[in-house]
């Protein structure tokens, strides 16, 4: 079992206070330190019980901790590796919780250089559609995937710590390469937020948008239901793996450009097995090693 004395916690947003309140629960950190940029947030994460000790600046919050967890937007991580170097133990392990990791990796080889080998890039696969700490909830990654994308300069212990730590929180581990995270991630998150922002706006400006809505069903909400995510995280998630998420939506676009012209050449045929072949796909889709079984269709 890990222990830990302090945890140094940078960001008190949603993912960083709900990795405090786990830690807590679990009995494996005797102390937060926390730090936010926003002083009602840091003042709301103390009330909360989220930390323990409010932070005047990130450099402070990690002094004397033995683990440090960067929950930041990945627009931030370079500065806050700045920020914090100089005070980094020779024992501590800093993670991140990013939702892209390549460009966090090039960050931290620019900026963190001397503490590489502290440094284990990681994204849990976890987050609701409401931000904010007053939303940290110790049951956040409980059952949830959490990849892991060691550098070669990442020291083989801080590696094995930090996988224990997250297996302790009930997750599932798994290591990828950056590269091969951000391709995956691109695929399977980045695309779809995208498509399902591209989806409310292009209702939003429609005259009749307000009585489409209001006829919404259970399908409708399920597919949106990211679109509410927080818009400055999404923007920078989407910059910052733009290459990958442009090269799926070319996917995308191909795949619609298909069904539409089976539409439009009233090819019932085709547009059937594109169906039937899009459904054997969502059927056999297996969700944490089980076959998920999606809520029952609606009626047309």
Known sequence: MVNFEQLGLIGCGLMGGSFALALKRAGLVQRVVGYSKSPSTLERARALGVIDVEAPSALLAVSGADLVLIAVPVSATEDTFKAI??????????????????????????????????????????????????????????????????????????????????????AQVRDMSPEAHDSAYATVSHLPHLLAFAAMNAIGQQDRAQEFLELAGPGFRDFTRIAASDPSVWRDILLANQAEVLAQASHFRAALDALEDAMRRQDALTLQALIQQASDARSQWRLGGHIDKPAPTESP
Not at 96 to 119: I, M, N, P, Q, Y
Request: proline share 7%; with cysteine.
């Open 85 to 170: 170097r100089h005070l980094i133990g020779p024992d501590t392990l800093v993670m991140d919780v990013g939702s892209t990791k390549a460009d966090v990796v090039a960050a931290a080889h620019r900026s963190f250089k001397e503490h590489l080998a502290h440094f284990v890039p990681a994204h849990p696969i976890a987050g609701k559609e409401s931000a904010g700490v007053e939303h940290a909830d110790a049951d956040l990654y409980q059952g949830c995937q959490v990849i892991l994308t060691p550098t070669p300069e990442s020291a083989p212990r801080h590696t094995s710590t930090a996988r224990a730590i997250w297996t302790a929180l009930g």
